[in-house]
């Protein structure tokens, strides 16, 4: 903000209609002031799980655009990999699954997700995707394909989701075997 711009604020709010309460203004420091102590514990609980998951070395950082607290939310989340038989399970899990819609003989041409089950699954899996994207040319190509064939950004994010899982089921059902993407 230019100083201009700011004395032209303070003048504006010099004459504004308002009243002075010490309650109110006591009330906004206080807010402010846990406001920052909270932005302070977030950040020193991110360091410890940034800590914990360099010890813990996880194959899913071989994905390109994987962060630590992305992998840590992801694993949290899915907690063993062998509970599940296929990523399908992971994508009914997170409910990017597509929601059936029939009756009878009717059978919905278009289906939207499914959105139920684990919501911090779904978001962390729309957002890896999205960082995944930006970081690795098959994955940036195979959304750009789907933008072209008309799907808005988060549809073409669901379909990429879709591949991320399978992904992440091979990573970390073979952690031992060598990934590379791109």
Do not use: W
Not at 46 to 71: C, R, V
Not at 154 to 164: I, M, P, V
């Amino acid at each position: 903000m230019t100083k201009d711009k700011a004395s032209q604020i303070k003048s504006l709010a010099s004459s504004s209609v308002s009243f002075h309460s010490a309650a109110i203004s006591t009330y906004i420091k206080d807010t402010v002031y846990q406001i920052e102590l909270f932005q302070k514990q977030l950040l020193d609980i991110d360091k410890q799980i940034i800590s914990i998951m360099k010890e813990a070395n996880s194959p899913l950082m071989k994905i390109p655009g994987f962060g630590y607290i992305q992998t840590a939310y992801l694993l949290a989340t899915i907690e063993n990999i062998s509970r599940f038989d296929s990523p399908n399970k992971i994508m009914a899990m997170a409910g990017l699954d597509p929601k059936i819609r029939q009756s009878g003989q009717f059978k919905a041409s278009r289906t939207r997700m499914s959105k139920k089950d684990n919501k911090l699954l779904r978001y962390t899996l729309i957002r890896s995707t999205n960082n995944v994207r930006k970081n690795s040319n098959t994955m940036k190509s195979y959304y750009l394909k789907k933008r072209s064939e008309g799907k808005s950004h988060y549809n073409a994010l669901g379909h990429c989701s879709r591949k991320l899982v399978n992904y992440i089921f091979f990573v970390l059902s073979n952690p031992d075997k060598e990934f590379i993407l791109d």
